[in-house]
């Protein structure tokens, strides 16, 4: 039997998969960071199942023990308090371990709070970084900030709510104040609340810490993410040429297309 690693709701007890709940009602044994809140999953849907806790504090004694009881043949399911085991939760120790070990490892999807977060801020970049929890030490989240000045793409993040008040007034200096970003809180749970706007305002916004669970989503910077959009159009009409299109009926579609210059692409692309 394989290891299924499923996902869970990150807060509406109803976003969770049918093929999850014939995950946990099936398996001899659910994995969980909390037995309480996964106790509370499973009576929302009229679920029993023997219930084992696996978290940060025994994943390093425990997994040689259930590696070995999955290669025996139990089915074995694991869970986290909140999306998906293995991003920013326990997991990752035992999925190694499982793969390591020629065990089946399979993952059912579900609820995540990154993506959830990334696609309410309404930044829609095509590409972002995930970097877990921000860094509690201000060096070591000035040094992330730095790194981050030269990615082209969104940037995503948890945060505790004590910690967010200093965090977003760092980022607003490092960053610049004018970086757009947006503060999602309690995300599908009863006082959802996503605060757009620039690093500045949400400093100001939040100078005193809120409730709540907190995803920090911050947007490409302009300037870089315009540079990005012209690489991509550049490649576009070299693509086009290469496919038998003239050099100049490709910039100009492409420049339709995208706004940006023909004459740039058509340089560009030489």
């Excluded at 995930?130 to 201000?138: H, I, K, T, W």
């Excluded at 693509?239 to 940006?260: F, H, P, Q, W, Y």
Aim: charged residues 25%; glycine residues 8%.
């Amino acid at each position: 039997m394989p290891l299924a690693v499923c996902a869970t709701p990150i807060g509406n007890l109803l976003d969770v998969t049918l093929r999850v709940l014939e995950e946990l009602r099936e398996a001899d044994l659910v994995l969980c960071e909390d037995t309480r809140r996964t106790r509370v999953l499973l009576e929302r849907h009229g679920l029993a199942a023997r219930l084992g806790s696996y978290h940060r504090h025994n994943e390093a004694a425990r997994t040689p023990e259930l590696v070995r009881r999955i290669r025996g043949g139990e089915r074995i399911a694991l869970v986290s308090d909140a999306g998906l085991p293995g991003v920013n939760d326990p997991g990752s120790r035992l999925i190694a371990a499982a793969v390591a070990a020629g065990a089946e490892v399979t993952v059912l999807p579900g609820p995540s709070a990154v993506e959830t977060a990334l696609v309410t801020s309404g930044f829609g970049p095509e590409r972002y970084q995930f970097v877990g929890y921000l860094p509690r030490r201000a060096g070591e989240l000035r040094a992330l900030a730095h790194e981050l000045a030269a990615w082209a793409g969104a940037v995503v993040a948890f945060e505790s709510p004590r910690r967010l008040p200093a965090s977003l007034a760092m980022l607003a200096e490092e960053l610049g104040g004018e970086r757009r970003a947006a503060v999602c809180r309690e995300l599908t749970k009863r006082f959802e609340e996503v605060a757009r706007g620039t690093l500045g305002e949400l400093a100001a916004r939040y100078a005193e810490p809120p409730k709540g669970e907190v995803t920090l989503v911050v947007a490409p910077a302009e300037q870089r993410r315009e540079r990005a959009l012209n690489q991509d159009a550049v490649r576009a009409v070299a693509e086009l040429v290469a496919a038998g299109a003239s050099r100049r009926a490709a910039a100009d579609a492409v420049a339709k297309l995208t706004g940006a210059s023909r004459n740039a692409l058509y340089r560009g692309s030489l």
